[in-house]
């Protein structure tokens, strides 16, 4: 199936491409950008997840797209959504996720491209509901989360962490369509 893509004022949010696989590998061998998971990507791993997410793209049509700055063509990191791979509380449920490369936060990207696909996500796929989760400690995508007009859960343990890991522990935001559609009619009003 393809993937398409979307536009944003200063982002493009297009499928996977074999040149985005240095930056792609850069971003996820960097400890400050991998803080909160279990430890960075080495360059197999990181192809085996861009492996993933055009498998996934494949899959359900949608998915983690690349994400680039229009202006320079430079890929800045990811952003979409999955389904959620793992059995929990609240699942089956699909996510938004995303990961910049360090030079690009602080700009507002994230946040950007983030509205950009829950839009997609509602709009276009009429999910029901689209759900985010991360670790306490990182403050950044929870905050992200709130921007987006993300409602808190209940916390909950990573099921694929072992019990006493460190990061098992995660918060869960979520929002539904028609409170964001509430959202978008109140801020274009
Ligand atoms: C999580 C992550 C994507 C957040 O990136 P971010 O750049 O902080 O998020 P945003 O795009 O919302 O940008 C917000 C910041 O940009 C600033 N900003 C600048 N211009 C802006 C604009 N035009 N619009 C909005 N914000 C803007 C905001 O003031 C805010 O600054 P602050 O961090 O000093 O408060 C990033 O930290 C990351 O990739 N982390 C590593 C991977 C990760 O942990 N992923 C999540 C796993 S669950």
């Known amino acids: 199936m393809n993937a398409i893509s979307l536009e944003t004022p200063r982002l493009r949010l297009r499928p996977?491409?074999?040149?985005?696989?240095?930056?792609?590998a850069a971003m996820n061998a960097d400890p400050e950008v991998m803080l909160h998971f279990p430890a960075p990507l080495n360059?197999?791993?990181s192809g085996?997840?861009?492996?993933?997410?055009?498998?996934?793209?494949?899959?359900?049509?949608?998915?983690?797209?690349?994400v680039e700055e229009r202006e320079t063509g430079k890929?800045?990191?990811?952003?979409?959504?999955?389904?959620v791979p793992f059995q929990t509380t609240f699942t089956p449920a699909v996510e938004i996720g995303w990961r910049f490369a360090?030079?690009?936060?602080g700009k507002g990207y994230?946040?950007?491209a983030a509205q950009a696909a829950l839009r997609d996500g509602f709009e276009r796929?009429?999910?029901?509901?689209?759900?985010?989760?991360?670790?306490?400690?990182?403050?950044?995508?929870?905050?992200?989360?709130?921007?987006l007009g993300m409602q808190p859960g209940n916390n909950f343990e990573h099921p694929k962490l072992a019990v006493c890991h460190p990061l098992?522990?995660?918060?869960?935001?979520?929002?539904?369509?028609?409170q964001f559609e509430k959202d978008w009619a109140d801020q274009v009003h």
């Open 43 to 45: 360059r197999t791993e």
């Open 168 to 178: 098992r522990e995660h918060v869960l935001y979520r929002i539904t369509r028609s």
């Open 125 to 147: 796929l009429h999910l029901p509901e689209i759900v985010s989760f991360t670790v306490p400690a990182n403050v950044r995508s929870y905050r992200l989360m709130q921007r």
């Open 75 to 83: 890929l800045l990191g990811f952003c979409g959504l999955a389904t």
């Open 16 to 24: 996977w491409q074999e040149s985005d696989q240095e930056a792609f």
């Open 48 to 66: 085996g997840l861009m492996d993933r997410f055009v498998n996934h793209f494949e899959t359900h049509g949608w998915g983690r797209w690349a």
């Open 102 to 105: 360090r030079e690009y936060w």
């Open 110 to 112: 994230a946040f950007e």
